[in-house]
C-alpha cells in the first residue's frame, strides 16, 4: 500500500462516521440537484415504499453479522491468556527459550484490537440508526412525501455500503497484521 493511500485511510478512520455523512451529504446534494434539473425522475410510491422496508431490513441484518463478528472478538479476548508484557518479554528471549504464542493471541493483546473493536461498535451503531429510521418512516411517518422516503433510501444505501466497506477494510487489516506476524516468526 503506497504511503498516500495509507494517509488517507489514517485520515478517513480517525472519524469515520463524520466522513461516512459527508459522502451521504454529497451524494444526496447530487441527487437533489440532478432531480431539479429533470435529469433523474422519482420512482413511483410503492417503489419507494419497499425499497425503505428493504434498506431497514438489509441494515438489521448486516448489524447482526457486525455484531456477531463484534461478539466472537470479545469472546476470544476474555479467552486469552497473553498480554503485552507476555510478548515483549517473549520478543526478547532466546529462540530455544521462546513460548510458542499464537499469533491471534498477539493481535488480542495488540493496539489493533481495541481500533476494531471501536470501529465495529460504531458500524453497528450506524446499521441500527438506519434500520430505526427507515422502520419510524413507515410506521410513523408514513403521510411525508415520497422524496423524504426516498432520499432516506438513498442516504441508507450508500451509509450501510461505507460502513460495510470499513468493516471490510478493518478486517484486511487484521489479515495483514497476521501475516506480518507470520513472516516475522518465519525469519
Not at 438489509?58 to 470479545?74: C, H, K, R, W
Not at 493496539?111 to 440508526?129: M, P, Q
Not at 497476521?178 to 525469519?187: A, D, T, V, Y
Request: aromatic fraction near 12%; charged fraction near 20%; glycine fraction near 2%.
Amino acid at each position: 500500500m503506497s504511503q498516500l493511500s495509507k494517509n488517507i485511510f489514517d485520515y478517513y478512520f480517525s472519524r469515520p462516521v463524520v466522513w461516512d455523512l459527508t459522502i451521504v451529504l454529497a451524494f444526496m446534494s447530487l441527487y437533489f440537484f440532478l432531480l431539479r434539473e429533470c435529469l433523474l425522475i422519482l420512482p413511483d410510491s410503492d417503489s419507494i415504499n419497499t425499497l425503505t422496508l428493504e434498506v431497514s431490513n438489509i441494515a438489521f441484518t448486516s448489524a447482526g453479522f457486525v455484531l456477531t463478528f463484534l461478539t466472537l472478538l470479545i469472546t476470544f479476548k476474555v479467552g486469552a491468556n497473553v498480554s503485552k508484557e507476555d510478548i515483549k518479554k517473549n520478543q526478547k528471549e532466546k529462540d530455544a527459550d521462546k513460548k510458542k504464542i499464537n499469533i491471534f493471541d498477539i493481535f488480542l493483546a495488540s493496539d489493533y484490537y481495541n481500533e476494531t473493536i471501536r470501529h465495529l461498535k460504531n458500524a453497528i451503531k450506524v446499521l441500527i440508526a438506519i434500520a430505526l429510521i427507515g422502520y419510524l418512516l413507515k410506521l410513523v411517518f408514513i403521510s411525508l412525501i415520497d422524496e423524504v422516503h426516498h432520499f432516506f433510501n438513498i442516504a441508507g444505501v450508500v451509509l450501510i455500503s461505507a460502513t460495510l466497506l470499513r468493516c471490510l477494510v478493518v478486517l484486511t487489516k487484521i489479515l495483514k497484521f497476521h501475516e506480518q506476524e507470520e513472516i516475522s516468526e518465519s525469519s
